[in-house]
């Protein structure tokens, strides 16, 4: 398939990106998951597997102490919400000399900006939903393993497990991955831009702009290394107060206010409406197709007349 090119594995189609993580975890039947910050829906699937199956969780950090032979270590990079990457080469020798598989959720920086194969990771997985979709219309996931019995596993337990994807959202992405490249190296290189102009002016929104994540900004080695391609189109900004998080999504023309990413349009999410553990002034920022200086004007704006607020 298509997506078995683009990915360059067997690619298994599911009809959302927690049905592939979920049909992940079912296929390897691990004792131990040990997962770090990542996507809410995969945590509330392997909840259901713990509680069902008794499978314990740990953090990432647990690796060296926990795993054993045919665990799973679930490793998203770049995370969500923040945009920043994860040492894959790093975790995935942790990973093997405990005997235990990596999947690696690549959904915020598919190829060609991470080829993630080459940094010794065992299953790839992507929400097809976002940037192979980009058009905020489908949902869609995708699995993708080296062996190709695997795979046909994969593709027969989905039949019985109910997450076939349907024919309409087939099309849709077919429709969609006419155009991934150009749109995929597009917001990459918009959001590297919006990312340098808000860091190069942290100054001038002193009372407004507290902290600001994102790849581009990491200065380890290994961050450009797994981001050949470019940076990924998501990144977070934290505000000084809830008040200013409160005030800042309207203030904006471009962006619309929503907690989905990876279409064409901008949008941006004030993050504690959805997510009550995360830090409850943080903005996540999910960069679309549109002109990058209209994007930053946009920014620049709304950031300023807070700014102004608080002189």
Known sequence: SIFSFILEGHAVIYNSGVSAFYAAIIHFKPKRLFIGQS???????????????GMKQHPLEDIEKHAQKGDIVHLETPVNPYGTSYNIREIANKTHAKGALL???????????????GFGCDIIMHSATKYFGGHSDLLSGVIVVKDDEVAKQLKDDRIYLGTNVAN???????????????????????????VKFLNDNRGKFDKV?????????????????????????VFSLSLKTKDQCKKFPPKLKYFHHATSLGGIESLVEWRAMTDPYIDQTLIRVSI???????????????????QNEEN
Not at 103 to 117: E, R
Not at 217 to 229: A, I, R
Not at 288 to 306: K, P, S, Y
């Open 39 to 53: 996507y809410h829906g995969c945590r509330a699937a392997a909840n259901i597997i713990t509680r069902t199956n």
């Open 209 to 233: 702009l507290d902290k600001l994540y994102h790849s581009s900004l990491q200065t380890e080695p290994f961050v450009k290394e797994q981001l050949k391609g470019g940076y990924g189109p």
């Open 168 to 194: 309409l959202e087939s099309f849709m992405l077919l429709r969609s991955l006419r155009t991934f490249e150009m749109r995929i190296l597009k917001q990459s290189e918009n959001a590297t831009k919006v």
């Open 288 to 306: 679309g197709v549109e002109n990058a200086n209209d994007l930053i004007e946009d920014l620049n704006n709304a950031l300023q007349e807070l």
């Open 103 to 117: 999947i690696i959720d690549s959904t915020f920086a598919p190829p060609p900006l991470q080829n993630v194969w």
